[in-house]
């Protein structure tokens, strides 16, 4: 449904959660990414967890706001991603390669 709806308003940036209902947010940019979609993805989940959020920057997404920071997080994460760079809540901490 998400999907659908990003290749058919062709938004400037999507905001997904990991645990949508139907595709999962992570399908969703999975499928996106190799859309060659212009649509910026950030997400907005519960999961504070370092292997979904490096699976979400993996599939494209430019931001990972966890929803505990939504009323900090979201809005710099959006005009991150606009601007082509990585955001991820602070009290997220990104596993080291």
């Known amino acids: 449904m998400a999907l659908d709806a990003v290749l058919r308003l062709d938004p400037d940036v999507a905001v997904l959660d990991i645990g949508m209902p139907g595709l ?26 370092n292997d979904y959020i490096n699976a979400a920057l993996n599939n ?11 009323n900090s997080d979201l809005i710099p994460a959006i005009e991150h991603a606009l601007a082509g760079h990585v955001f991820v809540s602070s009290h997220s901490v990104i596993a080291e390669s």
């Not at 996106?32 to 999961?47: G, S």
């Not at 494209?60 to 939504?70: E, F, I, N, Q, T």
């Open 60 to 70: 494209g997404a430019l931001g990972y706001v966890l929803k505990s920071c939504l």
């Open 24 to 49: 999962d947010g992570l399908g969703a940019a999975r499928e996106l990414q190799h859309t060659c979609c212009r649509t910026k993805i950030v997400f907005l989940t519960l999961y504070d967890d």
